[in-house]
């Protein structure tokens, strides 16, 4: 069984910033990908952030590239994703997921694993 657990969120004033982490325990994650997702009142469930465990390599919506960064410590088993510069439209319940696979995808109907959610608020 695998568990994914979020912690991080708040509200924050727009322009500040937020660190969101994600505990993973159950099987190993030496060769999955994982990623961030969030989903606002009334909308779809929509990428933010992946990347995979081992190796780095990352991706990012358009609409939080320069101002989030995804990381992760593997020996910790954290998932990580610092927000920076925050605005009114990134307001969301926030996830972390995980892969069976390397590969990271945008669509989070490829995730298998997947956290509760921490609320994340920014005051415009």
């Known amino acids: 069984q695998v568990q994914l657990v979020e912690s991080g969120g708040g509200l924050v004033q727009a322009g500040g910033s937020l660190r969101l982490s994600c505990a993973a325990s159950?099987?190993?994650?030496?060769?999955?990908?994982m990623g961030w997702f969030r989903q606002a009142p009334g909308k779809e469930r929509e990428f933010v952030a992946a990347?995979?465990?081992?190796?780095?390599?990352?991706d990012y919506s358009d609409s939080v590239k320069g101002r989030f960064t995804i990381s992760r410590d593997n020996a910790k088993r954290m998932l990580y994703l610092q927000m920076n510069s925050l605005e009114f439209e990134d307001t969301a319940v926030y996830y972390c997921?995980?892969?069976?696979?390397?590969?990271?995808?945008?669509?989070?109907?490829?995730?298998?694993?997947w956290g509760q959610g921490t609320q994340v608020t920014v005051n415009s």
């Open positions: 990347m995979r465990w081992i190796g780095g390599s990352t």
């Open positions: 997921a995980a892969r069976n696979v390397a590969f990271y995808t945008r669509n989070p109907r490829d995730y298998n694993y």
């Open positions: 159950g099987r190993t994650f030496s060769s999955n990908a």
